[in-house]
């Protein structure tokens, strides 16, 4: 089972764009099988589907969620074995403990099956 | 969007106890649903995926059932591990991979 890990700053000003990146550790990003994305969640409230990249029949396409309104990229580098999270133009409300994970396949099944531990990020001035 | 209504948003129960938690869809998923346990400060962790298929490692008396619109997720006897946050999440179509809006299961 592989590991995923989230690094990127706490703090993020207003206006400014959030970076993450999520490494993998103990399998290859570039497997056609997965699924890679990013989930947010804001201080005591449910989880939310950011986007995500790569997957079995669209290698490397990306799917963004579209209340985020186009202020999201997500991107990977196979060399790194690494897939990243840029958000432009934030705001307090995307204050949230951020996510990485790997959407798992199963017998034509879909699913989140392994999870980074998350990274908190404070949007403030 | 797909949206996914989970029932109740807050259960108080004694250990020992059968519960059960409902997830609607707002259109027919078939069976590509998802439940996670989530405790404070952790990351999710998936418990069923396929509606119904339980996954390596995770205890039996945790079951899932339903397809097209209606799920529901069921502990049989509550264990004092299993004090938690529950979401579903539906894997059908995306984006989004729309989630629940949680159940949190609290010690009566």
């Known amino acids: 089972q592989p590991q995923l890990q989230e690094s990127g700053p706490g703090l993020v000003k207003p206006s400014e764009t959030l970076s993450l990146t999520c490494t993998v550790s103990g399998g290859s990003i570039s497997s056609n099988i997965y699924h890679w994305g990013w989930i947010r969640q804001p201080p005591g409230k449910g989880l939310e589907w950011i986007g995500g990249?790569?997957?079995?029949?669209?290698?490397?396409?990306?799917y963004y969620n579209p209340s985020l309104k186009g202020r999201v990229t997500i991107s990977v580098d196979t060399s790194k074995n690494q897939f990243s999270l840029k958000l432009y133009s934030v705001t307090a409300a995307d204050t949230a403990v951020y996510y990485c994970?790997?959407?798992?396949?199963?017998?034509?099944?879909?699913?989140?099956?392994?999870w980074g531990k998350g990274t908190t990020v404070t949007v403030s001035s | 969007d797909i949206q996914l209504t989970q029932s109740p948003s807050f259960l108080s129960a004694s250990v020992g106890d059968r519960v059960t938690i409902t997830c609607r869809a707002s259109?027919?998923?078939?069976?590509?649903l998802a439940w996670y346990q989530q405790k404070p400060g952790k990351a999710p962790k998936v418990l069923i995926y396929a509606a119904s298929t339980l996954q390596s490692g995770v205890p039996s008396r945790f079951s899932g059932s339903g397809s097209g619109t209606e799920f529901t997720l069921t502990i049989s006897s509550l264990q004092p591990d299993d004090f938690a946050t529950y979401y579903c999440?539906?894997?059908?179509?995306?984006?989004?991979?729309?989630f629940g809006q949680g159940t949190k299961l609290e010690i009566k």
């Open positions: 999440q539906q894997l059908n179509s995306y984006p989004p991979y729309s």
């Open positions: 990249i790569g997957g079995l029949y669209y290698p490397w396409s990306t």
């Open positions: 994970a790997r959407r798992g396949y199963n017998y034509g099944y879909f699913y989140m099956d392994v």
């Open positions: 259109q027919g998923i078939s069976s590509y």
